[in-house]
């Protein structure tokens, strides 16, 4: 399968979708109507079923065909990317990265970012966030070079190369108006009735906040609402009376700055796991991610010798 494909027939099996006419997608990929026929027919020959039926509104995906383009779509984009990395580098450009992060990293991501796009300020970044199970699953694809996020979660932590470069505090927050966001002295006891946002169930921070309130001797509340969304968890805290919810410190620190939470004086016992850098043990690092590793080493040992 993989000798007979090029690049062409999966230009066309996007244009195909798009256009649900073999005419149009031909026109759209450059290729006379014969050409077009000829070169589905190979598509469906090295696949050895077929992809499309047809209909009154043109040829329609089937199953089979959906799933094949959907991959198509992937390589075409890959294409698109490599051709403009390779555009950048040649003009001296500082290339590409894609990097993911869980939620509570984005803060020292972002940070980390702002520091090596003062030295390559043309480098080109996609970022994606997302739980560590979503984030290592992009990278086993090849979608991600590198992730901040935590390999605890998975059943392969061989797999990966992770450097440790941020430790987590977390931190009990509410909105801004609830009634004991001025209180200088509170226990989980006083929130344990509250509305509580938290993340889902097995995912590392859930399993913090339950652990705080079984060593408190209290029952994890059953009415949560459940989110991986700073973002969401910050509306809620503004929208549910009475809500609660729990963030990373550098999170809540960006968030109370822009007055939209107030972190609650509650000593939590748990200490979490920390931030990894994480790449593919499998492949070399990719030259910009490990410029992006090495300024949070660099952040690391700076904020070592402030102590």
Not at 34 to 47: C, D, H, N, S
Not at 150 to 162: E, G, I, K, M, Q
Not at 213 to 222: E, N
């Amino acid at each position: 399968m993989v000798a007979r494909l090029r690049l062409k027939h999966f230009r066309l099996l996007v244009a195909i979708d798009e256009h649900r006419s073999l005419v149009k997608a031909a026109e759209d990929v450059a290729l006379t109507q014969p050409g077009a026929t000829k070169a589905l027919q190979e598509i469906e020959v090295a696949l050895g079923d077929t992809l499309f039926v047809r209909t009154n509104r043109g040829l329609e995906p089937n199953d089979l065909g959906h799933c094949v383009i959907r991959y198509a779509r992937l390589i075409s984009s890959d294409m698109a990317q490599l051709r403009e990395e390779m555009r950048g580098l040649r003009a001296g450009h500082g290339g590409r990265l894609a990097v993911g992060a869980i939620m509570g990293a984005i803060p020292v991501l972002t940070l980390a970012l702002g520091r090596l796009f003062a030295e390559r300020p043309t480098l080109s970044v996609q970022i994606l966030e997302g739980t560590s199970e979503e984030l290592l699953r992009l990278i086993d694809d090849g979608r991600l070079d590198a992730a901040i996020c935590r390999t605890s979660v998975s059943h392969r932590r061989d797999a990966y190369a992770a450097v440790d470069i941020h430790d987590e505090e977390l931190v009990v927050v509410c909105g801004p108006r609830h009634p004991i966001a001025a209180e200088r002295h509170i226990t989980m006891v006083d929130v344990a009735d509250c509305p509580w946002i938290v993340c889902a169930a097995n995912m590392p921070m859930r399993r913090y906040a339950e652990r705080e309130f079984y060593d408190a001797g209290l029952y994890f509340p059953q009415n949560v609402i459940e989110t991986t969304s700073a973002f969401v968890l910050v509306n809620l805290l503004a929208q549910v009376e009475g809500a609660v919810g729990l963030l990373s410190r550098d999170a809540a620190d960006f968030f109370e700055k822009a007055g939209l939470v107030r972190p609650l004086p509650i000593r939590l016992k748990t200490r979490s796991e920390p931030y990894y850098f994480v790449t593919s043990q499998s492949r070399a690092i990719q030259p910009t991610a490990e410029l992006l590793r090495n300024e949070f080493l660099t952040m690391k040992e700076e904020a070592a010798l402030s102590l």
